[in-house]
């Protein structure tokens, strides 16, 4: 990357990987903001530095507000950004497309799959597809734990250890519940982005996958056997989806939506492809029973590093 002047929003371990990363690199970083900083602002920063893109590397705590007020800011600016929030695009989508061009959201979705843009590219032209999707490496990475013979509270506990846990995880029970939160903005993040039309799909539509101590207890006792998918078909499922618990099935714009904790028993169709550990993994099958053939991309879910390099090829794509 030539020389660039980059300013980062956030203060967490995504935007310190993103600052080490980025002035290694030779990258200008003039000034870190936080979310509720009031001095300088944004809009002061960008009047002041003038740099020539800027990331955002934010939690979710609201409806994506925070998130899509710093998008149109800095979009008002003429200046590119760079996101990895959820709620801006699962939530405002409407208001964020017509600026689309500006603002880089691959690490939103994904880790570092980059699953979205891989999508895109697939469904070209394609008159049936199915889609099935691992979209939170903490979850995968729970129950992969499991099936290798761990309990539920172990496997927990190991990835708050190793930071994979969306802020505020304290034991199994917010954990897993934090993290279907997380499924459920990836989801229509995913579904706004890459296949909605003029109708796009909001959390709100999808009800609660929360969780109750007692689901969690049986759970805990079954959990090999299940892992959190989401799924997208324009054409009724062509297998039965058994979930655990809470789940989501609706229809929208043409498109059959589910997801949950999903049975995976022993289907060959579903364990061909499934990640392990904190992996993100997509799997399409293409065009009448297959016809137009199968394909998976997989890789790095969780975690700051796989979502910092979805973030600085964004920002390299943006100022290209």
């Known amino acids: 990357m030539k020389t660039r ?9 995504i935007a310190s990987c993103l600052r080490a990363r980025l ?17 300088p602002t944004l809009e002061e920063l960008l009047s002041k530095e003038q740099p020539d893109a800027v990331c955002l590397a934010i939690s979710t705590l609201d409806k994506g507000e925070s998130a899509r007020d710093f998008i ?17 695009w699962a939530y405002h989508s409407k208001t964020l ?15 570092g799959t980059r699953m979205l843009n891989y999508v ?26 499991m099936r290798r013979g761990r309990s539920l509270g172990e496997a927990c506990a190991e990835a708050r250890r190793l930071g994979y846990a969306e802020p505020g995880a304290t034991d199994a029970l917010s954990l897993v519940n934090g993290e279907l939160t997380d499924v459920r903005l990836k989801t229509c993040v995913f579904f706004n982005t890459v296949l909605a039309g003029d109708e796009p799909l909001t959390p709100d539509q999808l009800g609660l996958l929360v969780q109750t101590s007692h689901d ?29 618990g809470n789940s989501f099935n609706v229809f929208q714009s043409g498109w059959y939506i589910s997801g949950g904790f999903r049975l995976i028993g022993n289907s060959s ?52």
């Open 5 to 13: 002047k980059v300013a980062i929003i956030g203060a967490g371990g």
């Open 97 to 111: 497309e017509p600026h689309v061009g500006k603002i880089g959201f691959s690490a939103a979705v994904g880790g």
């Open 216 to 244: 969690l207890s049986r759970l805990s006792d079954r959990g090999a056997d299940y892992r959190a998918v989401v799924s997208f078909s324009n054409r009724p499922p062509s297998t039965e989806q058994i979930f655990f």
């Open 72 to 88: 149109l800011t800095a979009v008002g600016h003429n200046v590119p950004i760079v996101t990895c929030e959820k709620g801006a």
């Open 269 to 320: 169709e579903l364990t061909s492809w499934l990640p392990s550990g904190v992996g993100n993994a997509i799997h399409i099958v293409e065009g009448e029973l297959g016809s137009g053939g199968k394909y998976t991309l997989s890789g790095p879910g969780a975690g700051h590093e796989p979502t910092t390099s979805a973030m600085i090829t964004d920002l390299e794509e943006l100022l290209r």
């Open 120 to 145: 895109k590219g697939r469904l070209l032209a394609r008159q049936q597809v199915e889609i099935n999707a691992v979209v939170n490496g903490t979850l995968n990475f729970v129950f992969d734990e």
């Open 23 to 39: 002035e290694a690199s030779g990258v200008n970083v003039p000034l870190s903001i936080r979310r509720n900083q009031s001095n």
